[in-house]
């Protein structure tokens, strides 16, 4: 049985109070020009080189939630859970052809969220309000899974036995906590954070990758366990639990799903507020030949779910829990490594939860002041008070998050997720494709939008397998393939957008004011706010020296 | 709304250039998007089936061309100079913030 273990928590509480001390703290780090302006509090500035870049965009994209679910798929099921190590591959050739536009277009017209590029660039309010209610809508349930993430490891060390209040006050803590910090310091605080959360990931897989294995017999072994089990049939289905190689009939299913989160993942508000945050064009570029490095880890971390299969203490208590794959990361902590060790490793996941939904709040903040607030309800609103609405806005998505997670049983946040990545990859055409072309129509963008949203929802509801009714998987067989439903409701949405662009442009129905210029797409201004100070049409290379 | 931004200096790249950075980039995106290629448990190595061992491979292999690519498309002007020196193209101070 799971009992408390002391050290473990008391390791845990220690790197906890460490990274709240740093999060209120970070309001005095490197303070920008005008403190009142949104870019300082939702964008730490607009000012983080390659270095901060790197350990934000990091802490942000590869969140606790997958260090926790993507194991327990490939200790559940095998070879199919590694799709997430095929995604997080191919992303970052993307990020590098679709990146730096992205970025200029931003800067150059002082844009702070998805949302206003899309209204700015169709000009289209109706389009620009899609983007940011798919964009907020994909993100609560994505914060509620961080809290998901945090529950296995309280569970693991022993809290969050008891019943009611008490068993949900250490989840609640520490939100109130990020909540209070994030409030206070903006993007800065999950930008310093990031730096403990990943020396903390770094250390514990780089440990348990050199250790784990000898004790269980070596990777041969480890293999083999798993290949054992996977190939073992499940009473509940009669089908085998997984394969330890995808299968033919699972490649096409495991190819789309990897190009459809790859997809979703670039117009994921928090991994564009990462983008945003950079402080110059290249930085981007760099970014995506140094960012494979979380790659690798989170392929080890994927390993990690082989490594508990062979521990059977891991599988008893797996099963003794309610048969939750999400427990088997921590408890292989537990069971593999000294308690004040396994403190350092669950800290890991609970700091990498914080970050992720620290930065997610601040995304979905930027696109409500911005897109929401500002083209509804006030349009003249100051900067000043830009920034107050998104600070409370931020702490409106964390409380409903933490409802999210307290009140709605686990399954009903991962569907929620699960359709979260289907919403947000109909934002594409909009976000994406508009970066290189404004031939679609606004109102056909908006069309497409909404058809893709309502067959996309109705697909995944319909799925159902023998243990769920609906939700089962996100995946439905077109034309005799067994594909993502995002990537055919993708497909869906850029038709319906092509055919309507021309029947509106036939029939003479309006176009949008773009109020972006091909130089924006291209731009790299100066990054240092004194720049415009200085005069600098074209700096001197004294200028340049000077920085 | 902020002035139109003037236009920018872009780096005007070679064909040979675009070419090499297109194949690069496809290479990698289709290295784990052809999965019957790597859906396969031969050959092994250090215990590990081909199909884990070649993704873990995959991701600095990645890495490598991206950087590869990085360096192509960077603006002829900044080669040598200190990596932090983006700034100097298409210059607009009116554009930073609105």
Known sequence: MIHFNAVTFTVLIAAFALVTYIGFASVRWRP?????????????????????????????????YTFIAVPALVYATGAAGFYALSYTIMVFPIVFIFGPRLWSVARARGYVSPGEFARGRFGSQGLGLAVAATGILATMPYIALQLVGIQSVLTVIGLGQGNGILRDLPLIIAFAAVAAYTYISGLRAPAL?????????????????????????????????????LSSVNPKTGKPFGSIVVLPAGEWAYASLALGSALALFVYPHAVTGVYAAKRRDVIRKQAAMLPAYTLVLGLIALFGYLARAVPAVNAEVKANGNNPQLSVPLLFAHMFPSWFAGVADAAIVIGALVPAAVMSIAAANLFTRTIYKELIRPYASSAEETRVAKIASLVMKVGALGFALELNKTFSINLQLLGGIWVLQTFPAVVIGLYTRWFHRYALCLGWAVAMVYGTIAAYRNSSSVQSHFATSSTSVFGHITYIAIVALILNVAVSAVFTVIFRLTGVQDGYDETRPADYVADPEPAPSASARGARAPSRDSLRAR | MAPPAPPAKRAVHRPATVTAVAVMLSVSIMGSLWVPFFARTQPELAGFPFFYWYQLILVPATSVLCWICYLLLRPKRQRGAPSRGAGPQGTTPQGVRR
């Open chain 1, 32 to 64: 920008g020009g005008d403190l009142t302006h949104l870019n300082e509090w939702g964008l730490g500035g607009r000012g983080f080189g390659t270095f901060v870049s790197w350990f934000l965009l990091g802490g942000d994209i590869y969140t606790a």
């Open chain 1, 193 to 229: 954070i990031a730096f403990v959360k990943d020396t903390l990931i770094y250390v514990t897989v780089i440990v348990a990758i050199l250790y784990i294995p000898g004790r269980l017999g070596g990777w041969s072994h480890v293999f083999g366990v798993a290949q054992n089990h």
